[in-house]
Protein backbone atom coordinates (compact mmCIF):
# COMPACT_ATOMS: atom_id res chain seq x y z
CA UNK A 1 0.00 0.00 0.00
CA UNK A 2 2.67 2.32 0.06
CA UNK A 3 1.74 4.29 -3.37
CA UNK A 4 -1.17 4.94 -1.42
CA UNK A 5 0.67 6.61 1.65
CA UNK A 6 -1.27 9.82 0.71
CA UNK A 7 -5.03 8.39 1.51
CA UNK A 8 -5.75 6.98 4.73
CA UNK A 9 -8.36 4.66 5.33
CA UNK A 10 -10.06 5.63 8.96
CA UNK A 11 -11.64 3.23 11.23
CA UNK A 12 -15.15 4.47 10.04
CA UNK A 13 -14.40 3.92 6.25
CA UNK A 14 -13.76 0.31 7.73
CA UNK A 15 -16.85 0.30 9.78
CA UNK A 16 -19.23 1.39 6.41
CA UNK A 17 -17.62 -1.04 4.46
CA UNK A 18 -17.91 -3.78 6.82
CA UNK A 19 -21.47 -2.62 7.32
CA UNK A 20 -22.15 -2.60 3.17
CA UNK A 21 -20.78 -5.90 2.55
CA UNK A 22 -22.77 -7.35 5.64
CA UNK A 23 -26.14 -5.50 4.47
CA UNK A 24 -25.05 -7.37 0.80
CA UNK A 25 -24.27 -10.94 2.25
CA UNK A 26 -27.89 -10.60 3.88
CA UNK A 27 -29.63 -10.21 1.02
CA UNK A 28 -27.49 -12.51 -0.89
CA UNK A 29 -28.30 -15.60 1.71
CA UNK A 30 -31.98 -14.36 1.81
CA UNK A 31 -32.32 -14.96 -2.12
CA UNK A 32 -30.53 -18.04 -2.10
CA UNK A 33 -32.63 -19.25 0.51
CA UNK A 34 -35.67 -19.02 -1.75
CA UNK A 35 -33.87 -20.34 -5.06
CA UNK A 36 -32.06 -23.45 -3.86
CA UNK A 37 -34.08 -26.38 -3.86
CA UNK A 38 -32.41 -28.48 -0.99
CA UNK A 39 -34.30 -28.01 2.30
CA UNK A 40 -31.05 -28.37 4.52
CA UNK A 41 -29.68 -25.44 2.05
CA UNK A 42 -32.48 -23.28 2.26
CA UNK A 43 -32.73 -23.61 5.99
CA UNK A 44 -28.84 -22.84 6.22
CA UNK A 45 -29.21 -19.63 4.04
CA UNK A 46 -32.31 -18.27 6.13
CA UNK A 47 -30.17 -19.08 9.09
CA UNK A 48 -27.17 -16.99 7.93
CA UNK A 49 -29.45 -14.47 6.51
CA UNK A 50 -30.78 -13.78 9.98
CA UNK A 51 -27.32 -13.64 11.50
CA UNK A 52 -25.89 -11.74 8.77
CA UNK A 53 -28.66 -8.92 9.01
CA UNK A 54 -28.10 -8.83 13.08
CA UNK A 55 -24.15 -8.24 12.09
CA UNK A 56 -25.46 -5.47 10.19
CA UNK A 57 -27.98 -3.80 12.91
CA UNK A 58 -25.02 -3.71 14.82
CA UNK A 59 -22.78 -1.80 12.27
CA UNK A 60 -25.56 0.27 11.55
CA UNK A 61 -25.98 1.01 15.26
CA UNK A 62 -21.80 2.03 15.64
CA UNK A 63 -22.09 3.97 12.49
CA UNK A 64 -24.73 5.96 13.55
CA UNK A 65 -22.82 6.57 16.82
CA UNK A 66 -20.06 7.49 15.41
CA UNK A 67 -21.76 10.21 12.97
CA UNK A 68 -23.05 11.47 15.90
CA UNK A 69 -20.28 12.11 17.59
CA UNK A 70 -18.58 13.96 14.71
CA UNK A 71 -21.57 16.56 14.59
CA UNK A 72 -21.48 17.06 18.06
Do not use: C, P
Not at 7 to 19: N, P, V
Not at 47 to 66: D, P
Request: avoid cysteine; charge should be negative; glycine fraction near 2%.
Amino acid sequence: MAEHADIKITSYDRLLRAWENSMELTRDFEVYSKEVDDDELKKVFKKFAEEEGMHAAKFRELLVKRQNERLN
